[in-house]
């Protein structure tokens, strides 16, 4: 079972940037693999950031997330990021790295992101 390891999350000023990392628990990286990010702010539903493969790093990202958000991945590394550029409060939330490998998805424990005004 593939378990997904996060960093990353913390306290941001509102205007800041913040990167969250996810790598494979023991692991690391295939072929085949595909990482998404998701985000789920308290008392609202979950929402998907965005994906992308691991061979090609073919990025695809939710509508409402284009602009601020960037996911890449180092395949040497064998680590994959998410950068959001000019927090918000409304970007406060737990981040989530989900993992999709032979048609099994696995979930790191999320990083929590507080924004203060």
């Known amino acids: 079972q593939v378990q997904p390891a996060e960093s990353g999350g913390g306290v941001v000023q509102a205007g800041d940037s913040l990167t969250l990392s996810c790598s494979v628990s023991?692991?690391?990286?295939?072929?085949?693999?595909?990482v998404a990010w998701y985000r789920q702010a308290p008392g609202k539903e979950c929402e998907v950031i965005g994906t992308?493969?691991?061979?090609?790093?073919?990025?695809h990202y939710a509508d409402s997330m284009r602009g601020r958000f960037t996911i890449y991945r180092n395949y040497h590394e064998s680590r994959a990021w998410l950068h959001v550029n000019g927090l918000n409060p409304e970007d406060a939330a737990g981040y989530y790295c989900?993992?999709?490998?032979?048609?099994?998805?696995?979930w790191g424990q999320g990083n929590q992101v507080a924004v203060t005004s």
């Open positions: 989900n993992i999709r490998r032979d048609y099994v998805e696995c």
């Open positions: 992308i493969t691991w061979d090609a790093g073919s990025r």
């Open positions: 023991g692991g690391t990286f295939v072929g085949d693999d595909m």
